[in-house]
């Protein structure tokens, strides 16, 4: 979610997983970037004047593997970019069928006439929906709500929000 994360706190999580368990997981966000990475981590700015940051996941590997050996823990690391496994998969059935029914229910919509929408599902049935509808706001997980604190509950996550955080509840 949409939230700061401490590097130390994960870091040192990672350390006492591999310690204790042997092995972890490591899933992250591209946005994830904004609070790990540091202005000295920056490539550089873009013409609006804000950083431009490396790729979260081989900084993160960097991180990892610098902080692991000079705690003297003992580990490999495999990094996988998604991007490639997600392309590497041929779609089965049920993916083919939905991106054909979206694909022919958006020609229709152009046929008719329509512009600056996109074709869903709502209630099992496909409609047009305009595009300033979908992106009006931006959806945010709520950090302090009931569904992220399940979340952690179940993966047994801890909360890896920097010490001191002010809470802000009506994010």
Known sequence: ????????????YMKQRLENRGHAVVVVAEGAGATLCSSEDALGFDKSGNPILPDVGLYL????????????????????????MIRSVPADPDDQLLCTFLAQHAVHGAMAGFSGFTVGQVNHKFVYIPISEVTKESRQVNVYGRMFGRMLLNTGQPNFAPDGEPIDRKK
């Not at 979610?1 to 040192?12: D, I």
């Not at 590997?61 to 490639?84: A, C, R």
């Open 1 to 12: 979610p949409e939230m700061n994360v401490s590097k130390g706190k994960f870091l040192e």
């Open 61 to 84: 590997k960097k991180e990892i593997k610098d902080y692991m050996k000079s705690e003297g823990v003992s580990f490999n690391l495999k990094y996988i970019d998604p991007t490639y």
